[in-house]
């Protein structure tokens, strides 16, 4: 497990550093989930997480790559993000414009991981407990989702 963690050491004590990567659709429900170790790049799973869709995946301006975006591509999803401020400005549709906008859903529902599931408890003593917790925390949401 210490291999696919990265861990790292605080003042106080040591920790296992993680990264949940979500992908989420336009009501807030869970469609894709991955845990990694904390020093993954975020894009280095979407391909992955995006096997299930089609037609359009949108994201931050962290997912902006040419090597993503063409295999997201040929796998039938077009990638969608925000401009950088030094690439020069393209046209998107305006309904892809409207749908990056929806960005504040995404904020909510880590809002409510982090919150309300407490996704961030950071003294799990070992892997397995975190993972227990993370995956417990998932479940709650999904189903207060459910209600």
């Known amino acids: 497990m210490a291999a696919f963690a990265a861990r790292g050491k605080t003042s106080v004590d040591w920790f296992y550093g993680f990264k949940l990567h979500l992908i989420i659709n336009d009501q807030g429900e869970l469609l894709s989930v991955k845990i990694t170790a904390?020093?993954?790049?975020?894009?280095?799973?979407?391909?992955e997480l995006a096997r299930s869709l089609f037609e359009k995946l949108f994201g931050d301006r962290g997912y902006i790559s040419q090597p993503l975006f063409e295999q997201l591509w040929e796998e039938g999803v077009q990638l969608v993000?925000?401009?950088r401020k030094n690439i020069r400005s393209k046209l998107l549709p305006l309904f892809d414009k409207l749908l990056l906008r929806k960005r504040s859903i995404m904020e909510t529902v880590n809002d409510q991981l982090k919150n309300i599931s407490?996704?961030?408890?950071?003294?799990?003593?070992?892997?397995?407990?975190?993972?227990?917790?993370?995956?417990?925390e998932l479940v709650a949401y999904v189903n207060m989702r459910g209600v």
Not at 118 to 136: D, T
């Open 81 to 83: 993000t925000k401009l």
């Open 38 to 47: 904390g020093n993954v790049d975020d894009r280095d799973p979407a391909p």
């Open 118 to 136: 407490q996704i961030e408890h950071s003294r799990h003593r070992s892997p397995f407990n975190f993972f227990v917790n993370l995956i417990a």
